[in-house]
Antibody, heavy 119, light 110 residues
Framework: EVQLVQSGAEVKKPGESLRISCKVS????????ISWVRQMPGKGLEWMGR????????NYSPSFQGHVTISADKSISTVYLQWSSLRASDTAMYYC????????????WGQGTLVTVSS | QSALTQPASVSGSPGQSITISCTGT?????????VSWYQQHPGKAPKLMIF???DRPSGVSNRFSGSKSGNTASLTISGLQAEDEADYYC??????????FGGGTKLTVL
């Protein structure tokens, strides 16, 4: 069974760093790209970027380029989303999702990680 | 990259059919048959309902169908059921090798 299991909710202060994770199982980790999707409170879905776990090649949405980093660790079948300096506007639910085949669709999703940034 | 345009809300009675539109541009919906639709119930992760404009993943009811004409894609749900009440998002591949989502449509089953 394909599963994407994300790390738990986080509460951080502005300016702090954070890394959240997405551990996959049930398929070959390097066979499918992984995307990250943001959903701000009460708002819609926003594509942040994706990573090819084979070689950690990444694509980012211009809206998120430079503010987040997507990485992968093949040894533990885990993809990460990282911030070096959080802002209050980063408060959102973050989902990882498997890309069935480049470039579409996102066929399996993680349960989401709620990130709250507040002073 | 601007979000794809969807109606904020649609509604229908049980048994009826509804259609949700998704309008993009010649840089996304109009140029690629990589349009997908996602259903999201409150507090849950999105679920893939349609991909490549009109294909259904295994396990998705055939009451859900997709189509595209020009820069506009559509999701049709026939034989509406109470469990279909949810938010629906379209998504498309873009000419900049990115992905863009629609703003989402809230479906109410009356």
């Amino acid at each position: 069974e394909v599963q994407l299991v994300q790390s738990g909710a986080e509460v951080k202060k502005p300016g702090e760093s954070l890394r959240i994770s997405c551990k996959v199982s049930g398929y070959s980790f390097t066979s499918h790209w992984i995307s990250w999707v943001r959903q701000m409170p009460g708002k819609g879905l926003e594509w942040m970027g994706r990573i090819d776990p084979r070689d950690s090649y990444t694509n980012y949405s211009p809206s998120f380029q430079g503010h987040v980093t997507i990485s992968a660790d093949k040894s533990i079948s885990t993809v990460y989303l990282q911030w070096s300096s959080l802002r209050a506007s980063d408060t959102a639910m973050y989902y990882c999702a498997r890309l069935y085949v480049l470039p579409d669709p996102l066929d399996y999703w993680g349960q989401g990680t709620l990130v709250t940034v507040s002073s | 990259q601007s979000a794809l345009t969807q109606p904020a809300s649609v509604s229908g009675s049980p048994g009826q059919s509804i259609t949700i539109s998704c309008t993009g541009t010649s840089s996304d919906v109009g140029s690629y048959n990589y349009v997908s639709w996602y259903q999201q119930h409150p507090g849950k992760a999105p679920k893939l309902m349609i991909f490549d404009v009109s294909d259904r993943p295994s396990g998705v009811s055939n009451r859900f169908s997709g189509s595209k004409s020009g820069n506009t894609a559509s999701l049709t749900i026939s034989g509406l059921q109470a469990e279909d009440e949810a938010d629906y998002y379209c998504s498309s591949y873009t000419s900049s090798s990115a992905r863009v989502f629609g703003g989402g449509t809230k479906l109410t089953v009356l």
